[in-house]
């Protein structure tokens, strides 16, 4: 669940780092880059400047791959990814093209009149919502070309700055401005429309009896719950961040003070990306609700890579594109394993595949149930003194200064523990022909497991095994000595626990006697 405000502690740990700029000034002198747009399947960064720029970025090598130049050189207003048929969408003020990015080449190009400053593509790839300023929002249908409006206007001088669909498609977000016929008459407000009725079924007010100035920005979460909304109130302010529940349009409370540019929710769900002014950033954990330490970039048009190593943001200034190590927690370690031993569990694992952009500083594993467990910086620990005849699951994660991770779980959860328990009342005394072992059977449970029994002779190191007696004879052990005598249950998952008799001194054989002295004879 996202949080409802921020927290309020100062952090340490910073959002991340800012590792790389990407000039693009080389492919389009004085660039003012307005819009940005993420390619999951291939991981290409599309960035749209003004005066009809679009410029590819690979987002794992950060090199430019491609270099387009649009007919309308009004620029792009808004942009999307078709992620199933593979193409990229372009509102310009006047028309809206669909470029297939295969061959690079316009496919389908319409005239829009008025444009207005926001594109949403459905799932499916089939339908465009376009917003028409202060005409409504139409929806193009690219089986058949065909243009409907859908969505009528929002008043005489209401603006309609931003659109906006739900993950699965069913509804349509709006945010309006209405600007009013003087000063100090202004408005904003987020409206919610059934993409299949077209009706508005829900309006929540932005921003009430404050001032309105400038476009609004907002993003949702990938499971659709939560949406949050950066308003602005004043030219000179920042915006508060509010959230909003995306089912009845509520609103849950201001999560961010002030943002001043781009917000954007990492494809995960787990952080809250906002400019806080200065070309400076920071982040919101949306889990915990922490918010983390600022760092220098761009922050507007922000958008995250696939995996969420990285933040793009647009610099304004510099005419490029700021590339962002986004602080997190850890991946999940890799390939946990757990063995069983007779006191818990040997477990291991590989390093996570992601480490956050920080160094991992623990790694910790849990038994449940009893949450038992072991902590270190290794990738092994042992988890100990746990109960015999209970299956347990095994969880491993990883933590670093930014909190802990996803844990990872041993792949099949199994009977591990069947130790049973040790022998009792083991008992060794000398018998003829050397020392007899005596014990009882072991209580509780994994009794009927029991296929027999070895005792170990120390400090001889032999043993001897049964089928199940319970009684064994050592003969010919080395006299002299004092001997100890472990026993041990066997069963088909090892041995269980041991017990150890007293220890007993096997006595030396009784010496021969010397035999009669001779007489000596003594001279005088």
């Known amino acids: 669940m996202s949080p ?5 502690q100062s952090q340490s740990v910073p959002s991340g780092s800012r590792v790389d700029f990407i000039s693009l000034e080389t492919y389009a002198p004085d660039l003012i880059l307005a819009h940005s747009v993420m390619d999951p399947n291939s991981g290409v960064l599309w960035v749209a400047g003004r005066f009809g720029s679009l410029i590819a970025i690979d987002s794992q090598s950060l090199e430019v791959v491609k270099h387009l130049q649009l007919e309308d050189d009004s620029g792009a207003s808004d942009l999307a990814i078709g992620a199933i048929d593979g193409s990229l969408w372009i509102s310009t003020l006047s028309t809206l093209q669909r ?58 001088t209401a603006l309609i700055e931003e659109i906006m669909l739900s993950p699965d498609g069913g509804t349509l977000y709006a945010l309006v401005w209405d600007i009013g016929p003087e000063i100090g008459s202004e408005a904003r407000w987020l409206s919610a429309f059934d993409t299949s009725t077209f009706t508005e079924t829900a309006r929540l007010p932005i921003n009430a009896g404050e001032g309105n100035a400038g476009l609004a920005e907002m993003a949702i979460t990938p499971d659709g719950q939560t949406i949050f909304v950066a308003a602005p109130t004043s030219y000179s302010s920042g915006s508060p961040v509010i959230s909003v529940d995306a089912s009845t349009l509520s609103a849950l409370g201001v999560v961010v003070g002030e943002s001043q540019g781009g917000i954007s929710v990492s494809p995960d769900g787990s952080q809250l990306w906002f400019s806080s002014g200065g070309n400076r950033m920071r982040s919101l954990d949306l889990t915990s609700g922490r918010t983390n330490g600022e760092i220098r970039g761009g922050g507007y048009c922000p958008v995250f890579s696939p995996g969420v190593e990285k933040w793009f943001t647009c610099n304004l200034g510099s005419g490029g594109v700021d590339v962002i190590s986004a602080s997190r927690s850890p991946g ?10 007779p006191v818990g569990f040997t477990v291991s694992w590989l390093p996570p595949n992601t480490t956050g952009g920080l160094p991992v500083k623990s790694f910790r594993a849990v038994a449940s149930p009893g949450g038992a467990s072991c902590r270190t910086r290794e990738l092994t620990c042992q988890i100990r003194d746990l109960r015999p005849g209970i299956t347990y699951s095994i969880s491993v994660t990883a933590a670093n200064d930014y909190g802990t991770g996803a844990p990872a779980n041993v792949p099949q959860i199994k009977q591990f523990m069947t130790l049973v328990r040790p022998p009792q009342q083991v008992r060794a005394s000398l018998a003829a022909g050397g020392v007899k072992v005596t014990w009882k059977s072991p209580p509780g449970a994994g009794r009927r497991t029991i296929s027999g029994y070895t005792v170990t002779a120390s400090p001889t190191g032999r043993t001897c095994e049964t089928t199940g007696a319970k009684t064994c004879v050592f003969a010919n052990l080395p006299a002299g000595l004092g001997y100890e005598f472990t026993v ?7 041995p269980g626990r041991p017990a150890a008799s007293r220890r007993l001194m096997l006595p030396a054989p009784p010496s021969k006697p010397l035999p009669p002295a001779k007489p000596v004879r003594v001279l005088s």
């Open 4 to 8: 409802t405000s921020a927290h309020s």
């Open 99 to 156: 470029i297939d990015l295969k061959n690079e080449q316009t496919a389908l190009s319409f005239g829009i009149g008025s444009g207005g400053p926001s594109i949403a593509l459905s799932p499916d790839n089939r339908y465009v919502w376009v917003s028409k300023s202060f005409e409504g929002i139409e929806r193009l249908d690219t089986a058949n070309g065909h243009t409907q409006r859908l969505i009528p206007p929002q008043g005489e």
């Open 332 to 341: 999940p370690p890799v390939r946990p394993r757990a063995i069983p031993t």
């Open 488 to 494: 041990q249950a066997k069963t088909a998952n090892g």
